[in-house]
Each structure stands twice: as structure tokens, then as C-alpha cells.
């Protein structure tokens, strides 16, 4: 939002300066809350099918010895972006369900609430990960660099879209778009390997490394201007 834009709102909308506000503040009963406790109480808000995703890829991992061989890294690597994307849409749920200016009037600032589902499901995915990469590399024969790299770059790669894509729609629309970007980067991901397997080969690793560091860096800037967006809204 346009600097000038944003001063002409505070200045047209800004309230009058309350008086006894920490007078007014120290009556109201607070119960304490530590970080902890805050964060952990989070869990139980994010919806089920977002642990059903990771539920479902560690099954998978965990009987794919005994089911699927070798392959079942290729599977994992086309579910890996719906685990991405649901993420995306965790982050992003207040907006595609046009709850943010509701929620910001909550006892806990909506950024802080968001913050605190992203720490929880940043958990939750790299603990997952750190599972899935060397059972994958183990089944798959493949060292466990080159094999993260294979998950982590359709992961980024969805996750950077999707932040893109909830950025510049709204409601339903972007739960859709993040889904159909899912959609897309696991189809992908499995008519690239059936066609064209060579590059899944040693020698195209310094490649996939470069990927992997531009997904990474781009996923870092498009978590920022998400977060931007909460803060712009706390200041209007």
C-alpha cells in the first residue's frame, strides 16, 4: 500500500487519544499466558486435514519398503506439495475465509497467531522430512543430498507459488488457486520422471542445488510480504 495512501487513512480514521487507558486496562482480569502455552494452545485450531497430509506421507514412507520399493520416492515427492500447500492455506485462512478483520479484534494479535501455527507446522514438516529423506534415499539407493533434494524442491517450489498466488486473490478463490498449484507441480513432477529420468541423474545435482537455493530464497521474500500484509492491516 502507497506510503501516502496509508498516512491520509491514520489521519482521516485515527481515534481520539484515550484517557485512563492503563487505569481503564488494569481492572479488566488478564489471565497469564506463557509463550508456551500460547503456541502449543494453536495446535488444536489447525485444521485436521492438514495433519492428515503429513499423517498420510509418513504411512506411506513407513510401508513403502514393503509396498513400493525404490519408487516410493516418487510418490512422496508428488504428495509433498498438498503438504506445502496446506501450509500456504493455514497461514493464509483468515483471509480465504474473510475472517482477518474479525480475528484481529481477538485478545491475540492475528500475527501473533499466525506466527505461532507456522512455528508448529514448521515443526511438524521438517521433523517429517528428516524422516522422509533418508528412508527415501535408503529404499531408493541415492545419497541423502541428492534425494533431499528431489522432495525439497517441489515442496519450496509449491509453497513459493502458493504465497504468491494468496497474495493476489481472495476467499474461495485462493484456496482454488494454491490447490490447482499443487496440483500442477506433483503432475509435473511425475511426467518429468517418467519422461525424461535423466535429469534426476548425478550430473544434473549442481542444478537441482541451484533450484533448491532460488526456491528457498524466493520462499523467504514471499513469507515476508505475507507478513507485511498483517502488518499493514494492524496499521490502517
Same mark, same amino acid.
Given at each position: 500500500?502507497?506510503?501516502?495512501?496509508?498516512?491520509?487513512?491514520?489521519?482521516?480514521?485515527?481515534?481520539?487519544?484515550?484517557?485512563?487507558?492503563e487505569?481503564?486496562?488494569k481492572?479488566i482480569?488478564?489471565p497469564?499466558?506463557?509463550?508456551?502455552?500460547?503456541?502449543?494452545s494453536?495446535a488444536?485450531?489447525?485444521?485436521?486435514?492438514?495433519?492428515?497430509?503429513?499423517?498420510?506421507?509418513?504411512?506411506?514412507?513407513?510401508?513403502?519398503?514393503?509396498?513400493?520399493?525404490?519408487?516410493?520416492?516418487?510418490?512422496?515427492?508428488a504428495?509433498?506439495?498438498?503438504?506445502?500447500?496446506s501450509?500456504?492455506?493455514?497461514q493464509n485462512?483468515?483471509?480465504?475465509?474473510?475472517?482477518?478483520?474479525?480475528?484481529?479484534?481477538?485478545?491475540?494479535?492475528?500475527?501473533?497467531?499466525?506466527l $505461532?501455527?507456522?512455528?508448529? !507446522?514448521?515443526? &511438524?514438516?521438517l521433523?517429517?522430512?528428516?524422516?522422509?529423506?533418508?528412508?527415501?534415499? +535408503? *529404499?531408493?539407493?541415492?545419497?541423502v543430498?541428492?534425494?533431499?533434494?528431489?522432495?525439497?524442491?517441489?515442496?519450496l517450489?509449491?509453497?513459493?507459488?502458493?504465497?504468491?498466488a494468496?497474495?493476489r486473490t481472495?476467499?474461495?478463490?485462493s484456496w482454488?488457486?494454491?490447490?490447482?498449484?499443487?496440483?500442477?507441480?506433483?503432475?509435473?513432477?511425475l511426467?518429468?520422471?517418467k519422461?525424461?529420468?535423466?535429469?534426476f541423474g548425478?550430473r544434473?545435482?549442481? $542444478?537441482w542445488?541451484?533450484? !533448491?537455493?532460488a &526456491?528457498?530464497?524466493y520462499?523467504?521474500?514471499?513469507?515476508?510480504?505475507?507478513?507485511? +500484509? *498483517?502488518?499493514?492491516?494492524?496499521?490502517?
Open positions: 500500500m502507497d506510503e501516502k495512501l496509508k498516512k491520509a487513512l491514520r489521519d482521516a480514521f485515527e481515534p481520539p487519544a484515550p484517557t485512563q487507558k487505569a481503564f486496562l481492572r482480569p488478564q497469564g499466558i506463557s509463550n508456551l502455552s500460547f503456541v502449543l494453536q488444536g485450531y489447525i485444521r485436521k486435514y492438514v495433519w492428515g497430509i503429513s499423517a498420510v506421507l509418513f504411512g506411506i514412507a513407513f510401508m513403502g519398503a514393503h509396498m513400493f520399493g525404490k519408487d516410493v520416492m516418487w510418490g512422496i515427492s504428495l509433498l506439495p498438498f503438504a506445502a500447500v501450509v500456504v492455506t493455514e485462512r483468515s483471509y480465504i475465509f474473510l475472517m482477518s478483520e474479525l480475528e484481529m479484534a481477538a485478545r491475540f494479535s492475528l500475527k501473533s497467531v499466525v $505461532a501455527r507456522m512455528e508448529i !507446522l514448521g515443526i &511438524v514438516h521433523l517429517l522430512l528428516l524422516f522422509l529423506i533418508p528412508v527415501c534415499a +535408503r *529404499l531408493h539407493g541415492a545419497s543430498f541428492q534425494t533431499g533434494l528431489y522432495l525439497l524442491v517441489p515442496y517450489l509449491t509453497a513459493d507459488a502458493g504465497l504468491w494468496a497474495r481472495k476467499g474461495a478463490e482454488y488457486a494454491c490447490f490447482g498449484i499443487a496440483d500442477c507441480v506433483s503432475v509435473l513432477n511426467i518429468v520422471q519422461l525424461y529420468p535423466v535429469l548425478t544434473y545435482i549442481p $542444478a542445488t541451484l533450484m !533448491l537455493a &526456491v528457498a530464497i520462499g523467504v521474500k514471499e513469507w515476508k510480504r505475507s507478513m507485511n +500484509r *498483517l502488518s499493514e492491516l494492524l496499521c490502517v
